[in-house]
Structure formats: C-alpha cells, structure tokens
C-alpha cells in the first residue's frame, strides 16, 4: 500500500533491451493471435514480469475464457439481473485528471452475502466483465475526445459502514475473485485504487485479503483513514 505521495500521472517507463527483446519474442510467439499490438502486449509482459513464457499463456488463457464467455457481445446483449442491477453498489462516475474513467466501489453499502444468494456467480463474473469491457468503450471515446490515448481506471474504494460482516470469509473470497478477473483479463487496467474512509477493522480486513492480492495489485493501492479532499486534488 502507498500514501498519496505517489506519481499521479501515468508513464510507462521505457522498455530495457531485455525487456524490448522479450516483447519482440512474445510477437513472434503470438503471430496467429489477431489484434495484437506491442502497446497491448507489453501490459501482458508487464503483468508478468517480463516472462515471456508466462505472459503468452496468460493471453492465451484469457482470449479463450472470453470466448467462452462471449465477451465480444456482452456490451449489445447481455443484461445484469435485477437484483445485481439494484444492489450491486457503485459506478462510473466521470473521469480523472489524466482522461480515464473513474469508478466509485460502495464497498461499506454492499451486501455481498445477500447477493451471492441471490444470483448465480456467473452472473456477478459477467457483470464484472461488462464493466470491464465499458471501460474499454469508454478509453476509445477518450481518445477520440482529447486527441490522444487514454487508458487507466481509477477505483475509489469507499469503505465508509464497513462492518464485521465483511469479515465473512466467502464474501471476500468472492469479491477477491471478481477483482482477479479484473487482473487476468484486462491487464494494467488498474491504475490506482483510492481506500477511504478506511475503519478500524481495516487491517484485519486487508490481513485476510493480502495472501490473495497480487503483489502488482498492492501497489496500487493508497489508503487514507478519512474522506481525504487531498487524495482527491492530487489524483483527480
């Protein structure tokens, strides 16, 4: 986790000849795959460590579970239960300073044993992809707006009313899974997730959770105790 000092504009650093020469490899290793440009490959790269062999099955992995899913149609066809689209907590909300989407995550206000018994979790797994496949939308019309790329999602995670009910171990479990989607599928979506009004129970909470969060993920993660206006001017 970091604090607020951290870089609020988003550039890649440069490629190493190392990490250029595992790029260029994983091209070659990924010819038959269409729609593969290097901008796209290097977040697979990236979320791998530069391991060529690792990333190459990750892209694979993925193309074939969103072909299982039908992701490609889910934006024209596919609608959220009733129950997910009234109680599922949050949305987009604008966007920051840098031009991506900005998503608000209730995550005090969410029910999350009431859902899970309420729907079926390929419904929740889905409807985590469309949100997915909505920030996708949402960077091509960025881009055509401001005149450049645009990529990134910013999360602000509020945890105001977390109760102890979300120490109930499967609703983490599958809050955990959803956001490992997330990480699978959309590589280096995540630009930074924005915790506030964290509570007390906040470190048993992220002490349960860290085994299952990605050491990618934990740093992007910053954490203020309160509703931070400062967190807000810095990143947004």
């Not at 105001?160 to 983490?172: I, K």
């Not at 009004?197 to 048993?204: D, Q």
């Amino acid at each position: 986790m970091n604090d607020i000092n951290a870089n609020n504009s988003y550039n890649r650093k440069p490629l190493s000849p190392k990490e250029q020469k595992a790029l260029l490899q994983l091209q070659e290793n990924t010819k038959d795959i269409a729609d593969q440009n290097s901008y796209d490959l290097e977040k697979w790269l990236r979320a791998r460590c530069f391991d060529v062999k690792k990333a190459e099955q990750m892209l694979r992995n993925s193309i074939e579970f969103k072909q299982k899913i039908r992701v490609n149609t889910l934006l024209q066809e596919y609608k959220p239960p009733e129950v997910l689209r009234k109680y599922l907590t949050g949305g987009f909300c604008g966007h920051a300073i840098d031009g991506s989407p900005l998503r608000v995550e209730l995550f005090g206000k969410l029910d999350i044993k009431g859902l899970m018994f309420s729907t079926k979790k390929s419904d929740l797994e889905k409807t985590k992809l469309l949100q997915c496949e909505s920030t996708i939308k949402d960077w091509a019309e960025q881009s055509k707006k401001l005149g450049r790329p645009v990529d990134g999602l910013t999360v602000i995670f509020d945890m105001a009313d977390t109760g102890t009910s979300m120490l109930w171990v499967p609703g983490m479990q599958m809050y955990l899974h959803l956001v490992k989607i997330l990480e699978d599928n959309y590589p280096e979506m995540m630009r930074r997730l924005l915790v506030i009004n964290a509570p007390r129970i906040f470190p048993l909470l992220y002490k349960i959770a860290r085994p299952l969060i990605s050491d990618e993920m934990k740093q992007k993660i910053h954490v203020k105790g309160g509703m931070c206006c400062a967190i807000f001017r810095y990143f947004l």
